[in-house]
């Protein structure tokens, strides 16, 4: 379990954002999916949450695949397992049931 879960039993915590262009506050897009992955980086340091397990559906796939992949080469802290999914509601269930 991670660093939220000592604080929540063994519940573990789900931390879900939007990424830039998906809301008023960061109206305009990232320029590239590794300013995305440096954004989730960021948040998952600041609230304390690494090493963390990190899902990303549809585009949020590659923005995980990016996050595990630049920061772990880049020597910070490991971001995984890593589990990227694709959009297809068929799909959804049996991915989530076996992470």
Same mark, same amino acid.
């Given at each position: 379990?991670?660093?939220?879960?000592r604080t929540r039993g063994d519940a573990p915590s789900v931390i879900a954002y939007d990424r830039r262009g998906?809301?008023? &506050? $960061?109206?305009?897009?990232?320029?590239?999916?590794?300013?995305? /992955?440096?954004? &989730? $980086?960021?948040?998952?340091?600041h609230l304390d949450a690494v090493p /963390?397990?990190?899902l990303g559906w549809s585009a949020g796939g590659?923005?995980?695949t990016c996050l595990a992949i630049e920061h772990r080469l880049a020597g910070r802290s490991p971001?995984?397992?890593?589990?990227p999914c694709d959009s297809s509601p068929a799909n959804g269930p049996d991915l989530?049931?076996?992470?």
């Open positions: 379990m991670g660093t939220l879960s998906f809301t008023q &506050a $960061a109206p305009d897009p990232a320029p590239s999916m590794r300013v995305n /992955a440096d954004d &989730a $980086a960021a948040l998952l340091e /963390a397990h990190v590659l923005v995980a971001y995984g397992p890593v589990k989530l049931a076996s992470t």
